[in-house]
């Protein structure tokens, strides 16, 4: 058994591996570079059109950019992925197979075998355990236990010759600790009364982080989302798949959809512009200057985030959707993984970029 590399270790997004064995091939992920640069993933022509099919953890661009760029040179393979996952991507594969639901477990052929859960980092996103001749090969996927919003199938015990694991945050602490600094910094920005912004993407923590907040600050201060985040509310916190049980308790309209205009003093904004690159949320932001800026996830090259966040108009606490370094030695040590192969982290390399086994 042969694995290989693609893209997303020791890099910026572009998450993709190849596995070759004697009879079957298959991709996991298929991501351009978060760089700016949309780096496409390491593959030959070879390999590409050997794969018999592409699974895919979820819907963010960091693991599927680089489907369309797959098909185009000559992948025909099958695309697995769950329903909430297709509904958010742009391109749609040719050739897709949804992934059940109600029976997470599929045999491709006699001896290959896949097996997901939920993650618990965006609607949609699986873990995949693959048996392939023999082998077991594991892909967390971007991984997040304990979420307010979506439910995790927590991997305990699990035994894999191979485990691709989530290893984004270089830092010790877990994430109940994180949250807490978030929630801490929002009760702080808050606390004088002045409108608070937070700039979220579209399919992703807004959600967690309008849960946490309601949970904790009750209606004192409103959460407002913005019209795209508002329909993600709607369609999702019934379902049962996806949303924690505490959420399913939750009326609508704990929340109130928000015309990403007008601003109350207490009111907490989310806004699906999570780099503020738009120029009305510019607006927004420089027509309220009383208003708190909280940033929460990782800020990238293009949009106004960065900007006001080194001129001190906006402020940085991070809210974890992937593993810790200490977290993840804590997955380590709770199953039995004969390699592990770090990913989703551009400073952590891997020992090679092929293992045979
Ligand atoms: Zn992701
Ligand atoms: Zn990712």
């Not at 070879?46 to 680089?66: C, K, M, N, P, W």
């Not at 049962?240 to 399913?248: H, N, S």
């Not at 966040?309 to 402020?315: H, M, N, V, W």
């Amino acid at each position: 058994m042969r694995f290989y590399i693609a893209g997303g270790v020791g890099d910026q997004g572009r998450n993709c591996f190849y596995v070759q064995g004697e009879r079957h091939a298959f991709l996991v992920d298929a991501g351009t570079s978060t760089d700016g640069m949309d780096r496409v993933p390491d593959l030959t022509l070879e390999q590409i059109r050997s794969a018999d099919y592409l699974f895919v953890t979820h819907s963010h661009r960091d693991h599927t950019g680089a489907i369309h760029f797959l098909e185009e040179n000559g992948f025909t393979g099958q695309v697995l992925m769950s329903n909430q996952t297709y509904r958010q991507i742009h391109h749609k594969p040719l050739n897709t197979m949804i992934l059940d639901s109600t029976a997470p477990e599929l045999e491709l052929s006699t001896d290959f075998r896949v097996i997901w859960g939920r993650t618990g980092h965006c609607a949609g996103a699986v873990w995949f355990l693959i048996e392939i001749e023999g082998k077991k090969l594991f892909f967390s996927g971007d991984y997040r236990e304990g979420d307010p919003f979506y439910r995790c199938d927590e991997v305990r015990g699990m035994k894999a010759d191979l485990a691709v694991v989530d290893a984004a945050y270089s830092r010790e602490d877990r994430g109940s600790e994180m949250r807490e600094e978030v929630m801490k910094t929002v009760e702080e920005m808050v606390k004088d009364n002045h409108p608070l912004l937070l700039p979220v993407p579209h399919y992703g923590r807004g959600l967690s982080i309008a849960v946490l907040i309601h949970q904790r600050l009750g209606d004192a201060h409103p959460v407002y989302m913005s019209p795209k985040l508002y329909d993600e509310w709607l369609n999702l916190a019934h379902r049962k798949y996806f949303a924690r049980d505490a959420v399913l308790d939750m009326p609508y309209s704990v929340f109130k959809a928000w015309d990403e205009e007008h601003v109350e003093e207490g009111g907490i904004y989310l806004l699906t512009d999570a780099q503020l690159a738009k120029s009305y949320s510019r607006h927004l932001a420089d027509e309220n200057p009383d208003m708190g800026i909280l940033l929460t996830g990782s800020v990238h090259g293009y949009g106004r985030a960065g900007e006001y966040l080194s001129e001190g108009r906006a402020k940085f606490t991070l809210w974890p959707n992937h593993l810790t370094r200490r977290e993840m030695q804590d997955f380590k040590e709770s199953n039995y993984f004969s390699i592990v192969v770090p990913f989703h982290n551009p400073k952590e390399e891997a020992d090679a970029d092929t293992f045979i086994f």
